[in-house]
């Protein structure tokens, strides 16, 4: 069983939709979740970062974390065709250690 | 913000030769770097951890005298494919913790797309 599970999609929704990304794992030591956007050919890039359990809030993008589910979500609101990347989850038990990515989920909105 | 660069940003090289990777942190100092690969469609894989001023330390299953890294300044990780083969052909990408206290941020690279012929 892989430590983090994730949807690779491809997931296709028009322009101005709510999209909903979700990740889980089997770790409970996890304690630091993150959502990194990967464009094409390019390293990832911070979009969300959460510790332990609970909502948060940045502009159109929602992260949450249910630890007692082991799950997290990314919801993106008023989606825009330049959101069209892949949106990877990250856990991590503390701050230096090293990270576990899901596998990434195609998004594409369309115009 | 800080930024972390990897140079060259794509390489070609054939069977059977060494290719060096860098990853340098631009604007702060990183003990600690990953290296990490990435296969087409699929997400990132952490093959070691870069210490400065100490051995890395290697993910199970990768080969440390086939990828040999070498973190010798507070600012520079260095990873070479020795031996390359064409299934080392891949996305190859370093990030670095910012190293302030409490700091949960990991910096990455821009990534160095390798093909080997």
């Known amino acids: 069983q892989k430590e983090v599970e994730q949807d690779p999609g491809p997931l296709s929704v028009p322009e101005g939709a709510i999209v909903s990304l979700n990740c889980t794992y089997s770790?409970?030591?996890?304690?630091?979740f993150m959502w990194y956007r990967q464009y094409s050919r390019k390293g990832p890039e911070l979009l969300m970062y959460?510790?332990?359990?609970g909502n948060k809030e940045d502009g159109r993008f929602t992260a949450q974390v249910d630890k007692s589910s082991k799950y997290i979500s990314l919801f993106i609101r008023d989606s825009q065709p330049s959101d069209s990347a892949t949106y990877l989850c990250?856990?991590?038990?503390?701050?230096?250690?090293?990270?576990?990515f899901g596998s990434g989920t195609k998004l594409n909105v369309k115009p | 913000g800080a930024v972390v660069s990897q140079h060259p940003s794509w390489v070609i090289c054939k069977s059977g030769t060494s290719v060096k990777i860098e990853c340098r942190s631009l604007?702060?100092?990183?003990?600690?770097m990953f290296w990490y690969r990435q296969f087409p469609k699929q997400s990132l894989m952490l093959m070691a951890t870069?210490?400065?001023?100490?051995?890395?330390?290697?993910e199970q299953g990768v080969e440390k005298d086939k990828f040999l890294i070498n973190h010798a300044s507070l600012t520079l990780s260095t990873l070479t494919v020795t031996s390359a083969h064409p299934e080392d052909s891949s996305f190859y990408i370093c990030?670095?913790?910012?190293?302030?206290?409490?700091?949960?941020?990991?910096?990455f690279g821009p990534g160095t797309r390798l093909t080997v012929t």
């Open positions: 959460t510790y332990s359990s």
């Open positions: 870069s210490n400065e001023g100490s051995k890395a330390t290697y």
């Open positions: 604007d702060f100092q990183a003990t600690t």
């Open positions: 990250a856990m991590s038990e503390g701050n230096f250690n090293k990270f576990y």
């Open positions: 990030s670095a913790p910012n190293g302030l206290a409490g700091s949960y941020e990991q910096y």
């Open positions: 770790n409970s030591a996890f304690q630091y």
